[in-house]
């Protein structure tokens, strides 16, 4: 089975900093996905960006971006520019690329963001 | 916009009255999910739909069940709520198209306060 781990639960970045949330992975496939959502307090989760492990690019979605290191199966979101909005709790997420079922998805335990002016 | 909705926002209900919760989606999506939520943790995986199939994970207690009555409605019934029930409920649909990305797509969430 797969796991996921996020080893800090709580973060703090001022406005206009940048700040890198940690998600490290176990698993035995090789062709899987990796997502961050977002989830505001009180909203709903919302994805923020996504990987897919066949692809050595980072993915970059405006001032979010990752980085992806396959071998040592870890997944670090970096938010640039960090914005009063980007409070919230992080999750991170793994999928396998195995159709054989449905998507399911194995999360972290989150990072909660806050943002300080 | 297409969409994931869910109702109601809050529930309260009563030790042992049963409850349902609802999830409807405009994004004609075929896999369903519910998940259930409690403060500060992730998100847990009670079962999932992938359209009229019915897929419980292994721990999930047997006073949850769900009803998926056509494509775009999914419900979720609690027999028999207890105390450690109350938590989010959060539902979310993906599709099982290639090249659509593999995401799910969550609602707003139910929150119960079981009394």
């Known amino acids: 089975a797969q796991t996921v781990t996020q080893s800090q639960p709580e973060m703090s970045v001022q406005e206009a900093e940048t700040v890198t949330l940690s998600c490290t992975y176990d698993?035995?496939?090789?062709?899987?996905?990796l997502f961050w959502y977002k989830q505001p307090p009180s909203r709903q989760m919302i994805l923020v960006i996504r990987?897919?492990?066949?692809?050595?690019q980072n993915a970059t979605e405006n001032r979010f971006s990752v980085n992806f290191q396959k071998a040592a199966k870890s997944f670090s979101l970096k938010i640039s520019d960090s914005q009063l909005g980007d409070a919230a709790m992080y999750f991170c997420?793994?999928?396998?690329?195995?159709?054989?079922?449905?998507?399911?998805?194995?999360f972290g335990t989150g990072t909660r963001l806050q943002v300080t002016l | 916009d297409a969409m994931v909705i869910q109702n109601p926002r809050y529930q309260v209900t009563q030790f042992g009255k049963p409850v349902t919760l609802s999830c409807s989606q405009t994004?004609?999506?075929?896999?369903m999910y519910w998940y259930q939520q409690k403060s500060s943790q992730a998100p847990k995986l009670l079962f999932h739909?992938?359209?009229?199939?019915?897929?419980n994970e292994a721990d999930t207690p047997d006073n949850f069940q769900s009803r998926r009555p056509n494509t775009s409605f999914c419900f979720l019934d609690i027999r028999s709520p207890g105390l450690g029930d109350a938590a989010m409920y959060l539902c979310?649909?993906?599709?099982?198209?290639?090249?659509?990305?593999?995401?799910?797509?969550f609602g707003p969430g139910t929150r119960l306060t079981v009394t």
């Open positions: 979310a649909t993906s599709t099982r198209l290639e090249g659509q990305g593999k995401e799910q797509y």
């Open positions: 990987q897919e492990a066949y692809k050595q």
């Open positions: 739909y992938y359209d009229k199939d019915f897929n």
């Open positions: 698993t035995s496939e090789s062709d899987y996905y």
């Open positions: 994004l004609n999506h075929n896999v």
């Open positions: 997420a793994y999928r396998s690329a195995w159709t054989g079922t449905a998507s399911k998805l194995t």
